[in-house]
């Protein structure tokens, strides 16, 4: 079973930037997409951005669009969110997982997410 841990998150003012890292415990060199989630009290889980397993391609949500960028590292199966200039409804836990059609792969296996938390 596969064990997925994210960190980096934090406390941080509107504007300011954080970069997430989630760790797998298996090879992700084959895993065709990877993602983050994010999700906040009485909502679902929602998709934030995507990447191929190659890392030639990436795909956002409209909402972090031109601030968020994700990138992975096969060789070290991580998985990173650069998010910058970040606004109040950032805040969330955000998780990583496997992507397919977008929605997560392993749907029953998620790690502990890492909080963000943007104040104004």
């Known amino acids: 079973q596969v064990q997925l841990v994210e960190s980096g998150g934090g406390l941080v003012h509107i504007g300011g930037s954080l970069r997430l890292s989630c760790l797998a415990s298996?090879?992700?060199?084959?895993?065709?997409?990877m993602g983050w989630f994010r999700q906040t009290p009485g909502k679902e889980r929602e998709l934030v951005a995507s990447i191929s397993s190659d890392g030639s391609t990436t795909d956002y949500a409209d909402f972090v669009k031109g601030r968020f960028a994700i990138s992975r590292d096969n060789a070290k199966n991580m998985v990173y969110l650069q998010m910058d200039w970040l606004k109040p409804e950032d805040t969330a836990v955000y998780y990583c997982n496997a992507v397919w059609a977008g929605t997560p792969l392993w749907a029953h296996n998620w790690g502990q997410g890492t909080q963000v938390t943007v104040s104004s």
């Open positions: 298996i090879n992700i060199f084959s895993i065709s997409s």
